[in-house]
């Protein structure tokens, strides 16, 4: 841990759905910024993994067992946050039934209704809850900062996901809100979006796609993320440093929400018309 910036010293910090993947990195990484760590989540085996590896760098972390997808176990989990910790500073809203993801989703016409209410019960719910037991202890402490994951599934639309993409979407358009309600208790509340990170295993079966990977690389405009890209910002927006900063969305995506993925029209089309002396149209001049 030495060297390692201490921008989180004395905070504590919730991380739901944070036993493996990007919720581990970053658990980890605000560990290692200072602060007590509640890492969460079903599997208790991964929890307590990630719970021994922050304790052998020198951190502080509880695991504590939680499925989102249940609001007393999201009440118990942001109070047993307090009874280990004291208090809670920062929370982060990760936990996704990613499992339903191949298995369940489908357009919408096709959708199982069921599946649909488990992703919206673990992502939008869980998230709910657990800002709901949260902030009250937040404004006992006087103030603190939440950051709800989404994705550019909330902004741009992506085939065959109609669950996670309203999931997400609507995370946004809450983080909007509660920023409106809560700001004047000094609790911010932002969303990042993370674009496609190669450390899942899901990116790394894209990239290895004939035919996919080719087409998502196109859309970066400048390299695959890394589960660092996201919780480096991620512990930047838990600390004071980013108190001017709330309501906001973050793309964190290597530009690929910015890019219309439309292919070089000026070079290919336009180019050509006005040297061969048409206007946009296709008219002759």
Same mark, same amino acid.
């Given at each position: 841990?030495?060297?390692?910036?201490?921008?989180?010293?004395?905070?504590?910090?919730?991380?739901?759905?944070?036993?493996? *993947?990007?919720?581990a990195a970053m658990a980890?990484?605000?560990?290692?910024?200072?602060?007590?760590?509640?890492?969460?989540?079903?599997?208790?085996?991964?929890?307590?993994?990630?719970?021994?590896?922050?304790?052998?760098?020198? *951190?502080?972390?509880?695991?504590? @067992?939680?499925?989102?997808?249940?609001?007393?176990?999201?009440?118990?989990?942001?109070?047993?946050?307090?009874?280990?910790?004291?208090?809670?500073?920062?929370?982060?809203?990760?936990?996704?039934?990613?499992?339903?993801?191949?298995?369940a989703e489908r357009g919408?016409?096709?959708?199982?209704?069921?599946?649909?209410?488990?992703?919206? @019960?673990?992502?939008?719910?869980?998230?709910?809850?657990?800002?709901?037991?949260?902030?009250?202890?937040?404004?006992?402490?006087?103030?603190?900062?939440?950051?709800?994951?989404?994705?550019?599934?909330?902004?741009?639309?992506?085939?065959?996901?109609?669950?996670?993409?309203?999931?997400?979407?609507?995370?946004?358009?809450?983080?909007?809100?509660?920023?409106?309600?809560? *700001?004047?208790?000094?609790?911010?509340?932002?969303?990042?979006?993370?674009?496609?990170?190669?450390?899942?295993?899901?990116?790394?079966?894209?990239?290895?796609?004939?035919?996919?990977?080719?087409?998502?690389?196109?859309?970066?405009?400048?390299?695959?993320?890394?589960?660092?890209?996201?919780?480096?910002?991620?512990?930047?927006l838990l600390s004071d440093?980013?108190?001017?900063?709330?309501?906001?969305?973050?793309?964190?995506?290597?530009?690929?929400?910015?890019?219309?993925?439309?292919?070089?029209?000026?070079?290919?089309?336009?180019?050509?018309?006005?040297?061969?002396?048409?206007? @946009?149209?296709?008219?002759?001049?």
């Amino acid at each position: 841990m030495e060297g390692t910036p201490r921008r989180l010293a004395g905070k504590v910090v919730v991380v739901t759905g944070s036993t493996k *993947g990007l919720g581990a990195a970053m658990a980890r990484r605000f560990a290692a910024e200072g602060a007590a760590v509640v890492v969460s989540g079903r599997s208790a085996e991964h929890g307590r993994e990630v719970e021994s590896d922050i304790g052998a760098a020198g *951190g502080r972390a509880r695991y504590l @067992r939680c499925d989102a997808s249940d609001e007393d176990s999201v009440r118990e989990l942001i109070a047993g946050a307090v009874d280990a910790f004291g208090t809670i500073d920062g929370l982060v809203n990760n936990a996704m039934p990613m499992d339903e993801m191949g298995a369940a989703e489908r357009g919408v016409a096709e959708i199982d209704s069921d599946a649909f209410d488990r992703i919206l @019960r673990v992502g939008l719910y869980g998230s709910v809850w657990a800002c709901k037991y949260a902030i009250p202890v937040m404004v006992r402490g006087g103030g603190g900062s939440i950051i709800n994951i989404t994705s550019i599934a909330a902004v741009a639309g992506i085939p065959k996901l109609p669950g996670y993409t309203a999931c997400k979407g609507a995370m946004s358009a809450l983080t909007r809100q509660m920023a409106v309600d809560y *700001g004047p208790a000094k609790i911010r509340v932002n969303s990042m979006l993370p674009g496609f990170l190669l450390s899942t295993e899901l990116a790394t079966a894209v990239e290895g796609h004939p035919v996919a990977g080719p087409l998502v690389r196109d859309g970066q405009l400048t390299r695959w993320g890394e589960y660092d890209d996201i919780s480096t910002m991620g512990a930047y927006l838990l600390s004071d440093e980013s108190g001017f900063i709330t309501g906001c969305e973050m793309r964190i995506d290597g530009g690929w929400t910015a890019n219309a993925h439309i292919p070089d029209l000026v070079g290919m089309v336009f180019a050509p018309m006005a040297a061969g002396g048409s206007d @946009r149209t296709g008219n002759a001049t």
